[in-house]
């Protein structure tokens, strides 16, 4: 059974860092790309950040990943309130991130969301 659970959300202040962990299982890790998304009320789902065996597609936050504990993290530093949402973990249907790594519909599993607020 493929599972996807995101944690490390919470309550920040403006410039401070938090870690989400997404922890999958009933998969090799290294056999899919996963992708970091969030969405914000009234907002689209929008693509953070992508990491496979062969790729890896970061923005303002860094992605990493170990496959041991069959987890992948997202640091997000420097933190603004605009970054405030849910943020999900998801299952490429492929191997790499590619140039699609962002579409939603590229994905086949997704974990429950965990949320992130950044407020003063």
């Known amino acids: 059974q493929v599972q996807l659970v995101e944690s490390g959300g919470g309550l920040v202040q403006p410039g401070g860092s938090l870690r989400l962990s997404c922890a999958v299982s009933g998969f090799t890790l290294d056999s899919y790309a996963i992708g970091w998304f969030r969405q914000a009320p009234g907002k689209k789902r929008e693509g953070v950040s992508c990491?496979?065996?062969?790729?890896s597609v970061e923005g303002r936050f860094t992605i990493s990943r170990d496959n041991y504990r069959n987890t992948v993290y997202l640091q997000m530093n420097s933190l603004k309130p605009e970054d405030t949402a849910v943020y999900y973990c998801a299952r490429k249907r492929l191997l790499r991130c590619g140039s699609w790594w962002n579409d939603a519909t590229e994905y086949d599993y997704w974990g429950q969301g965990t949320q992130v607020t950044v407020s003063s």
């Open positions: 990491i496979s065996s062969y790729d």
